[in-house]
């Protein structure tokens, strides 16, 4: 299935310049002044997994495929968004579409880049972001609450909106929603406040290691479990040197321990509550990704729908067992291959070749 993650923020905040570095192009405007980027830039990227490469090996498969996820570089956002200022209403449209938001925060200090606002504030400039969403959202919950809209709605959903209307009106977050309500209907609500969020503070090259000032204040208020220091300029930088040897020495040499990609995506990944199996054999080894807690025919539907349609089982073996005993043929043989049925909770990192009726 993949994920599809919205890069937002102010303008001139470094959103085109991380798009442009996670996506290995310049497909992104990335220019010194307000609304460069006016529809949104979509990138597809493998996600990194070396557990690939030693199915491939052992499977000598033809082709390895990677599961992917996809980044939005989404317009820049100002204040009164919600009522059309700036490029609120596209904004706005756009954000709608993602699984996940990357708010990215400028937490540098530069003559040459223009800021939108006085001075550089990371608490501030989410802050404005999130109200902007908020009155976006209170905005359409007032419409769907009209009474000719009402009869139209289901009962689950309208406590829902009820209850993010009041969050709303009392200046409270509508996270709160999470304790409450199920996933499932939250998402079927499509408010933009519920949606899962990842925060990157987006630093000077001198800051990547530590963080700065202002990564610090943002962390206090808003804690490290869902934020992450990044580089844009830095990450540009390894996307241009080509050789892996190169990147590898240049990342050691500043205390960098794996790049802003393969941080965004294990965030994302525990975020979204995503994980990894795997398809192998002869012709191709190959990546997918599902939800946690997974049933095995909802795992074959992400390959085809026809193959949870008409799911008979699965045959299983973990990655451990698949490497040990170098695999199929041997894990068969030594008992590490198991038959599941349709109540099977698909593994991180299992390897499944589904049987099903035609």
Avoid at 276 to 297: H, Y
């Amino acid at each position: 299935m993949g994920f599809k993650c919205g890069i937002v923020g102010l303008p001139n905040v470094g959103k085109s310049t991380l798009f442009n570095a996670l996506t290995n192009s310049s497909k992104a405007q990335a220019e010194n002044f307000p609304f460069c980027t006016i529809d949104p830039n979509i990138g597809l990227v493998p996600v990194p997994d070396e557990r690939l490469d030693k199915l491939l090996s052992i499977s000598k498969s033809k082709k390895k495929i990677h599961t992917t996820i996809s980044f939005v570089d989404i317009a820049g956002l100002v204040k009164g968004a919600s009522k059309g200022e700036g490029l609120g209403n596209k904004f706005l449209s756009h954000i709608r579409e993602v699984d996940a938001i990357i708010h990215m925060i400028r937490c540098f200090d530069s003559d040459n880049i223009q800021n939108v606002n006085p001075n550089v504030d990371p608490v501030r400039d989410l802050e404005i972001i999130e109200t902007e969403i908020k009155l976006a959202d209170l905005e359409s919950i007032q419409k769907r609450l009209e009474r000719k809209n009402r009869k139209n709605i289901e009962e689950q959903q309208l406590k829902i909106l009820e209850e993010a209307m009041e969050l709303i009106n009392n200046d409270k977050n509508l996270q709160i929603l999470e304790d409450v309500f199920e996933k499932k209907d939250l998402k079927q609500c499509g408010l933009l406040s519920t949606k899962p969020k990842l925060y990157v503070c987006n630093v000077d090259e001198q800051s990547i290691e530590k963080g700065n000032k202002y990564s610090e204040r943002f962390i206090d208020r808003f804690g490290e479990k869902n934020t992450l220091i990044i580089s844009a300029e830095i990450e540009t930088q390894i996307n241009q040197l080509k050789d892996e040897d190169e990147k590898k020495n240049y990342m050691k040499m500043i205390n960098m321990k794996e790049t802003g990609l393969n941080s965004l995506i294990k965030k994302g990944y525990d975020l979204l509550c995503l994980e990894t199996f795997f398809t192998s054999g002869p012709e191709e080894s190959r990546a997918w990704t599902i939800t946690k807690n997974c049933t095995a025919p909802k795992a074959a539907g992400e390959i085809h729908s026809d193959f949870e349609k008409g799911f008979i089982r699965a045959e299983t073996v973990s990655y451990e067992d698949f490497l040990e005993n170098y695999g199929w043929v041997k894990s068969k043989e030594s008992g590490k291959m198991r038959l599941e049925g349709k109540d099977y909770i698909v593994r991180d990192g299992d390897i499944l070749n589904f049987r099903f009726n035609t």
